[in-house]
């Protein structure tokens, strides 16, 4: 389950504001649809619930654990086990091959 409580990011010290007070209970097996105008946040969210990125305030918890608090390495642990992504673009590593 994720829950997001109080999320917000800001960039450039709050000179960019792209979420502000997100709250989201999200169940397992919940599908969810994040869709709206360029800017308005989409991505950011995606990568703040993937743990990619993180909140200047706020929770971000799955099964749980608060990925907001959590260190990079417990965080790339949760990545591996419990998240997929599907990325827009290919983040291909450039000096490897297939």
């Known amino acids: 389950m994720y829950r997001l409580s109080g999320v917000t ?3 450039g010290h709050g000179a960019v504001l792209a979420l502000r007070g997100v709250d989201l209970d999200l169940a397992d097996g919940e599908w969810l ?13 995606l990568q703040i619930m993937g743990g990619l990125d993180r909140p200047t305030r706020g929770m971000v ?3 749980g654990r608060d990925l907001a ?6 965080v790339t ?17 450039p000096t490897l091959s297939a």
């Open 33 to 45: 649809a994040v869709r709206g105008p360029t800017g308005h946040g989409k991505s950011t969210l």
């Open 61 to 63: 918890e799955l099964d």
């Open 69 to 74: 608090r959590m260190s990079e390495t417990g």
């Open 9 to 11: 990011r800001e960039y």
């Open 77 to 93: 642990k949760v990545r591996a086990r419990l998240i997929g992504f599907v990325f827009q673009s290919f983040n291909l590593v």
